[in-house]
């Protein structure tokens, strides 16, 4: 398999894992409030945003020339540590609405940004190829 093609396959694999976390998020939201409930779903919704739009890097970083994929492979983990702020920054604000739900989509954060880091060095071994 060629280093893009791993490289990709590890990192949408990542980014399959968050999908899983946002969906869950979108559980608890929907426990909030009914007034906080709109403003919740309008953030998750641009997460998801967020979402698709590292995906379509990614995509282009794996059609990019030889030398042009590193550098925007490495523009896609700075943009999955910037969709996982986002998302942080979210869970503390679901969890602040919907009380127990909240706390569950951090600890599914948590656990996924431990796995995005972990899996990170072995993307990094790929990019220094």
Same mark, same amino acid.
């Given at each position: 398999?060629? /280093? @893009?093609?791993?490289?990709?396959a590890k990192a949408?694999?990542? #980014?399959?894992? #968050? @999908? @899983?976390q946002i969906d869950e998020l979108r559980v608890q939201a929907d426990l909030a409030q009914a007034e906080?409930?709109?403003?919740?779903?309008?953030? /998750?919704?641009a997460l998801r945003d967020q979402q698709r739009e590292v995906r379509s890097r990614l995509d282009d970083a794996t059609k990019a020339g030889a030398d042009?994929?590193?550098s925007a492979a490495g523009q896609v983990e700075d943009a999955v540590g910037n #969709?996982?702020?986002?998302?942080?920054?979210l869970a503390?604000?679901?969890?602040?609405?919907?009380?127990?739900g909240?706390?569950?989509?951090?600890k599914g954060y948590t656990a996924f940004l431990e796995e995005w880091k972990k899996s990170?060095?072995?993307?990094?071994a790929l990019l220094d190829k």
């Open positions: 398999m060629a /280093i @893009q093609d791993e490289y990709r949408k694999e990542a #980014l399959e894992k #968050l @999908q @899983q906080v409930r709109d403003r919740l779903e309008k953030a /998750i919704d042009a994929w590193k #969709l996982g702020d986002t998302f942080s920054k503390d604000e679901v969890s602040g609405a919907a009380g127990a909240g706390a569950a989509a951090k990170r060095a072995e993307r990094k």
